[in-house]
């Protein structure tokens, strides 16, 4: 592992240790409580700011603003206005994307080339709602009902959207959440992460300039279990679209049941990533090295599960591990930096766990399995890009998510076997195959259970192209048309006309 060289700390305009304040119906408002927490930067533990911490009482008027806004002259914006709205934003997010990247690299950690590299679908996303903003309709069905009768659907926005994120990608998942409530005339109380909250207070100071109305976009920063609890809760929220864990993801569902809100549920993962023999290895050292070293392992989709067919095993796992060992470690302000920390000590401990489980289970670490414990790096939470060989389908590590950069790798033989064993988990949200056989990749791709397949590449994602879960990975897409069918009512209308 090479460690790249402290960053010294410029202050950032919007992680300069001052207090930020939550956005609620176009208002920078404190905490109804006056609570206040601190986030902190996880390659220095140094404190940011101190943000806003909303809690249910800051939920209620959230909620409130939102409805008022639905109901008001939001509800009349045509769709025009609202592509308008969605373009301007872009515009903003696009003059001040260099600045959004580092606050996203300072407040989680992501190396600046990984946060400055989501330019074109951070933008992209935002100009493909726009789009989609005026391309929504129903549709004229014919009947065969006596007499004259006339049937078509509308597309309605669904109401006030509760929106809770994760700290992995904050700005692009506030995008996400975002993109598509305005799009199809709907408004938003988003929770971001409480380690990660300063990119969406930014953007939505940016919304705020590109003249998105009041109300139509809050945001409140708070914890999981008052301010994220409240909002799954809340009997006016019509939809909460949420990005997290399952555990979470299960609570939300729960507390959803009582006004039945829709739910769209984006979560975890435990992907397998295949290599068959015939694979141009050249390309998928890097390519399965990169599928769960990115941004940490903290990506939900990152394929962790990594089956080499048997006659390639030892060299394959070899080369990865290698590959493992000589990626650059550091402040993600480094522009060499390929690996930045963990998001939190929490997250920390998690892994580190990890590593002690997979040791215990007699996996063999071929590269890291440690913490960094020295130089510059010890105050942050770095922890060494790990390959564990020898792993088994029923360990814990070739089970359970990690979230940190630790690659399980797992030797098969044969076809059906690999599927079966591929399979064989409770997730199913990527998954990966590397050959050069064009009627395996056919075969593979079918036969694997998971919302995507990725075939000689790694995590590919376009505005266009729909992302999600199978099984406990969730349900629901985001990007592509189904994304915005996830934000709207459908109603039927029937005409006599004789
Ligand atoms: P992670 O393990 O990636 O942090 P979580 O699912 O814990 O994933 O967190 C994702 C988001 O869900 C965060 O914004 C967090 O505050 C929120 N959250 C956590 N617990 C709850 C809960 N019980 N109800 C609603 N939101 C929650």
């Not at 930014?202 to 003249?211: P, T």
């Not at 975890?268 to 290895?281: E, M, N, Q, R, T």
Request: include cysteine; charge should be neutral; aromatic fraction near 8%.
């Amino acid at each position: 592992m090479a460690v790249s060289q402290a960053v010294p700390i410029t202050r950032h305009p919007f992680a300069d240790g001052s207090y930020k304040k939550m956005l609620i119906d176009g208002k920078w408002v404190d905490a109804a409580s006056g609570k206040r927490f601190e986030t902190l930067n996880p390659a220095t533990g140094e404190m940011l700011a101190t943000v806003a911490e909303g809690d249910a009482e800051d939920i209620n008027r959230a909620v409130a603003a939102a409805r008022r806004a639905f109901e008001g002259p939001w509800s009349k914006a045509k769709p025009f206005e609202r592509q308008n709205l969605l373009l301007k934003l872009a515009e903003l997010v696009e003059k001040n994307f260099e600045e959004l990247s580092q606050l996203d690299t300072l407040d989680m950690g992501a190396p600046i080339s990984r946060t400055r590299g989501n330019r074109l679908r951070v933008l992209g996303m935002l100009r493909y709602y726009a789009g989609q903003a005026t391309s929504l309709h129903g549709e004229t069905i014919e009947n065969s009902l006596p007499g004259e009768i006339f049937s078509y659907t509308l597309k309605e926005p669904v109401g006030v959207v509760g929106a809770i994120i994760p700290w992995n990608g904050p700005l692009a998942a506030t995008v996400w959440k975002i993109g598509p409530a305005i799009a199809t005339g709907c408004t938003v109380v988003l929770k971001p992460a409480e380690e990660a909250p300063l990119t969406s207070l930014r953007l939505a100071e940016l919304a705020m300039e590109a003249g998105i109305p009041p109300g139509v976009v809050n945001v409140v920063p708070g914890f999981g279990e008052t301010a994220g609890a409240a909002l799954a809760a809340h009997p006016d929220v019509d939809k909460v679209a949420f990005t997290g864990s399952h555990i979470t993801g299960q609570s939300i569902v729960r507390a959803s049941a009582g006004n039945l809100k829709r739910v769209s549920l984006e979560l975890g993962g435990k992907s397998p990533d295949i290599v068959f023999a015939d694979a141009d290895l050249d390309a998928a050292v890097p390519g399965a090295s990169m599928a769960v070293f990115a941004n940490s392992g903290q990506i939900c989709s990152a394929g962790t599960r990594l089956f080499v067919e048997e006659k390639i095993y030892d060299e394959f796992v070899g080369r990865v591990a290698e590959f493992g060992r000589k990626l650059q470690v550091g402040n993600g302000l480094d522009p060499n930096t390929q690996i930045g920390p963990l998001v939190s000590e929490q997250q920390l401990e998690r892994v580190t766990g990890y590593l002690a489980i997979g040791q215990t289970e007699g996996a063999k670490a071929l590269a890291g399995g440690a913490r960094v414990t020295e130089g510059p790096l010890a105050k942050g939470y770095f922890v060494q890009p790990t390959v564990f060989a020898n792993v088994q389908d029923n360990m814990r590590i070739a089970q359970e998510e990690i979230f940190g950069p630790v690659i399980s790798a797992i030797k098969f033989k044969d076809m059906d076997e690999l599927i079966r064993r591929a399979n064989a988990t409770t997730f199913g949200l990527g998954s990966g195959v590397w050959t050069r056989d064009v009627a395996k990749a056919h075969h593979v791709s079918k036969a694997l259970r998971a919302g995507s397949v990725w075939v000689n590449c790694y995590q590919a994602m376009d505005p266009a192209v729909p992302f999600g879960g199978y099984k406990m990975s969730g349900y629901g897409r985001e990007s592509g048309k189904q994304h915005l069918e996830e934000y709207l009512n459908i109603k039927a209308v029937w005409i006599k006309t004789a």
